[in-house]
């Protein structure tokens, strides 16, 4: 559909590739995309990291206490975007809580760097925004899992480590690709976040593209950068999907 | 083994209370007395509620945002619904492809879905305001009301159709006893999951609500951005409060499948 309505709209101007060589010779829109990709990227490791031990603990309670740790862990996920985005506005900042916390306590006498807005910001935010998302289809996983193999193979002497990546991995690995879909577009194509606490270094293409709608207001440029940015999305989707196909567990 | 049991209930407590401090954060200061957001807390006031309810502004924002996502649910239960429906009565050769055309909003971000409807919108020269934002917030739901509706649909027994066609029962009254019996729950775990998501949804409102005319997301937003105030932390407080609720019993009414359906706002970055 934006294919379609972006080139309606350039058609009521000229037809032509104006727009995406502004995009290709400008080494700043290029340059963003690529940041925003590696955000992304970064974003969707750490949250795989920490979702993986998360979705084992589920998985591996009480059949009656899964359900409500489940629920637990979506009731965040439920709230709006924009609460939990603004809530870290509040923490973020020269002059936000954890700023004024600090220097309340009499901890430092200036506001720390640490916690103004920034990359680290958006990274923290983002993580803590897509973490349900990434918990759950690796959860989905480990709840069909085989116990039984694992602790045939625990028996027959191997290590946690060797069952971990010789069973458990490869069984959960479409599990862990899903949850990097989950993670990864979203936060790709962010823009709220990036404009609420990323201050100078942590500004994303989507921030960019949203401004092109309104500040900047051309429509154009705005419409080819996000063609750009859907392409190379659709790039990685695709990427995933095919690791997600070689997966052993993808048929099962 | 007792000591692993522990280690990872530490984990797990730590990650639930790292997933919930926003939320925390702004239900608690929006009862706090003093402006600016900084522990220790002051004290305890409904200052920024009875500041939110005294601006015409916030109550005309949260009165669109009521019916828009009024507006939405009942459309997108009453299409997406239908469409279900059509998929388990009917055989029809687009089925692979409509599905997937249903299903797209849910994996493209919003940020480009929402650009891409307003290109649209502004092709065929329709002026935004409440009727583009609810069209926005329709093809956003739509794919949850189906996905519940048509997979619960897929877990009604044949037979009990078959035997009430051969006891003599038309399909209406197929329909009315059997079926809509039978989906109840669904249809009313998606109305609920569509409501929660129109009324907290920002990016695609936020692109095709035009001038003059906000849903409460929206209007917070620009108030962040021109003067945050614990007023935010009250209206947040608010959307927090219905969206969560909402999700809520649409899991309890909805079963498992609901609590896996993103609802929220899923793809809102």
């Given at each position: 559909?934006?294919f ?21 010779s ?47 862990l ?53 993580l ?72 100078v ?37 695709a990427?995933l999907?095919?690791l ?9 | ?8 209930w ?10 919930f ?24 006031t ?42 388990h009565?009917?055989?029809?050769s ?57 997979s ?25 006893r ?16 569509s ?7 920002l990016?695609?409102?936020?692109f ?14 620009s ?5 945050p ?11 927090f ?9 649409a ?19």
């Amino acid at each position: 559909m934006s294919f379609a309505s972006s080139a309606e709209l350039m058609v009521q101007y000229v037809w032509s590739l104006q727009n995406y060589a502004t995009i290709v010779s400008e080494p700043i829109y290029l340059r963003l995309l690529c940041r925003s990709l590696a955000i992304a990227a970064l974003v969707t490791v750490l949250a795989i990291l920490l979702a993986f031990p998360a979705a084992w603990i589920i998985a591996r309670t009480k059949p009656k206490y899964r359900n409500t740790l489940l629920i637990l862990l979506m009731i965040p996920w439920w709230s709006s975007y924009i609460v939990r985005a603004f809530a870290w506005y509040t923490m973020f900042g020269r002059s936000g809580l954890i700023n004024r916390t600090v220097e309340s306590a009499g901890v430092t006498s200036g506001p720390l760097d640490l916690f103004g807005f920034g990359l680290p910001a958006v990274i923290l935010t983002e993580l803590n925004l897509c973490l349900p998302l990434a918990v759950l289809p690796i959860y989905m996983v480990l709840e069909r899992l085989d116990w039984n193999q694992i602790a045939c193979a625990r028996s027959l002497g191997a290590g946690p480590w060797r069952v971990l990546r010789r069973i458990v991995l490869p069984l959960s690995a479409h599990g862990i690709i899903a949850a990097a879909i989950f993670v990864f577009m979203p936060v790709a194509g962010t823009f709220i976040v990036p404009q609420l606490v990323g201050g100078v270094d942590g500004t994303m293409i989507g921030a960019i593209i949203a401004s092109q709608f309104g500040a900047a207001s051309n429509w154009a440029l705005g419409a080819a950068l996000a063609i750009t940015l859907l392409t190379s999305l659709a790039g990685v989707l695709a990427l995933l999907l095919v690791l997600r196909n070689r997966a052993p567990g993808a048929h099962a | 083994m007792i000591k692993r049991t522990f280690l990872s209930w530490i984990y797990l407590s730590f990650l639930y209370i790292f997933l919930f401090f926003p939320a925390l954060i702004v239900v608690l200061f929006s009862f706090n007395t003093s402006r600016v957001w900084s522990f220790p807390l002051r004290g305890i006031t409904w200052r920024w509620y009875e500041e939110l309810l005294a601006r015409p502004d916030a109550v005309a924002a949260a009165m669109n945002s009521l019916i828009v996502a009024t507006v939405t649910m009942t459309v997108s239960v009453a299409l997406g619904g239908a469409v279900a429906f059509a998929f388990h009565q009917w055989r029809f050769s687009a089925k692979n492809g409509v599905e997937s055309l249903l299903l797209l909003p849910l994996l493209v971000p919003n940020l480009i879905w929402a650009i891409g409807l307003l290109l649209l919108v502004g092709a065929i020269h329709l002026p935004t305001g409440p009727a583009t934002v609810i069209l926005g917030h329709v093809v956003l739901t739509m794919p949850y009301v189906f996905l519940l509706v048509r997979s619960r649909l897929q877990s009604l027994d044949p037979n009990l159709e078959r035997a009430a066609r051969g006891l003599g029962a038309t399909s209406p009254l197929i329909f009315r006893r059997i079926i809509l019996p039978h989906v109840g729950p669904a249809l009313l775990a998606s109305a609920l999951i569509s409501f929660a998501t129109s009324f907290s949804e920002l990016v695609v409102a936020f692109f095709l609500t035009g001038a003059g005319f906000n849903t409460l997301p929206v209007f917070i937003y620009s108030l962040i951005e021109i003067e945050p105030s614990p007023i935010v932390n009250a209206i947040a407080s608010i959307i927090f409060f219905v969206a969560v609720t909402c999700m809520l019993s649409a899991a309890l009414i909805g079963g498992r499948e609901v609590a896996f359906t993103h609802g929220g706002d899923s793809h809102d970055k």
